[in-house]
């Protein structure tokens, strides 16, 4: 089947196959909406707010839906039938398809088989000591360090950096076998480099027009970062070689961990991608479980509590260990995850509803889905304790044939890093931060959180600002 065509907008009104389907005049009209939309970064807010005033399915571009019923998205992401449409090529690195830009079947099939086996977890017990070493020991540490030397026992810290070095340098100890040492050298390079990146290939994507010459010199500011982040990872490949070939031991790191080979561009091609989304929303996903810890003072007590009671302050828990007794921390993790979505925008599918409709995945629209989720704009991790219908329906954003590749890895990093840091220290939001708190709430009556926008991930617009926190240890 042909995909519709571009037809004038008196048909977009009144002739459109679409057109019982509610939604704004503006979207039936023209794509500029949905462009203005995911260009400025406020396609969380617009979501949320289209969902509410027009339901489950609406029209959010002339020959596109936004869905936002969990059982429409376990169909769409059930099966790879449901295509990722062409957005998606404008993440396509060295001109290939990649893990996350992947549009054709027989394409994800083969990278499952070539990175399957490094993400399951039989082969990260492998790497669990990487994993603590480059992320909770080396954060520890920095913080250890920099309180030996504080007169009152407390330093300010900025979460959103420090996460963000600790996941970078479990990334290079994965991806690469070797040390970026981030977190102990307190460099970000690498990581402005990284969300520079995440950034040029969000525009390339949203703003289509950028990929050609000469309206891709708009882009130059990111390009340049973008190439350094190239040539770095480059580089880290060439080491690795380098001390293979000088008879080094093999590390267990992804490259061993792919029985199928890869060419040399597909190797550095997903080994970028690598750095950008393992460390990126793992990161972020801390993050956003922090900053709702101290607008949600109960859930932190308690959540301390557990921790607490389970392991002496001297251990250092295992992710096998939290896994299997702090549920309460693991429920926090999903409702995070579900009130912050980190993938926090519109994610098109193709598919013919009629011929040649695209599909947009409304990530914030399922998870604040009214006929799913009582209270859905507060914080509530009660609601994943004992509750498989609450986790099914969660999971309905990345079930199936379209499940993220390192989700195994992403729960190994947030289980280490959050237990071992609650159990062994003190947080609470600085006095200074008299703009966000428990009492100070937004338009449904929770507690606002800081301002976000959505480029690929859900970031706060000021992390310098917003993610500081007072930091000692545990009484």
Known sequence: MSRLQ???SSTR???SPLRNIPGPLTARLTNRRAEVISATGNAIKCGERDSIKYGDIYIYKPNAVSISNPSDWKMVLGSL??????????IDLF????????????????????????????YLVKMEPTILRCGIKSLKNAWDAQLARSPTGEIEINYSRDYILATMDTIGGLVYGQDFNCVKNRDNTLAQQLLCSIKFQAARSMIPITRYYPFSKLLAPLERPFRKYERFCRAAIAKRRAYLAEGGDKPADLLQGSKVRMDETQIVSESMVMMA???????????????????????????????????????????????AHLPYLEACIFE???LCPIAGGQAPRGHFLPAGTEVYLNFRGVHTNRKTWADPFRFVPERFLDNDESKRNFYAFGGGARTC????????ELFTIMANMLKDYELRMPDDLTYLGPEIVDEHGCPKKMDSKSFFVNTPIYPDRDCRMVLSKRV
């Open 95 to 122: 001109d290939i398809q990649n893990t996350l830009s992947g549009r054709d079947p027989k394409f994800v099939s083969v990278r499952k088989r070539q990175l399957g086996p490094y993400f399951a977890y039989g």
């Open 405 to 412: 590749p390192g989700r195994n890895l992403s729960w190994v």
């Open 6 to 8: 571009d037809p004038d």
């Open 13 to 15: 009104c009144f002739l």
């Open 277 to 323: 989304a393992g460390a990126d929303t793992t990161s972020n996903t801390l993050l956003w479980t922090t900053h709702l810890f101290m607008l949600y003072p109960a859930v932190y007590v308690r959540v301390c509590n557990e921790v607490r009671e389970k392991f002496a302050p001297d251990h250092l828990i295992t992710y096998h260990e939290a896994k």
């Open 81 to 90: 039938k449901f295509l990722k449409s062409d957005y998606y090529s404008g």
């Open 336 to 338: 995070t995850m579900r």
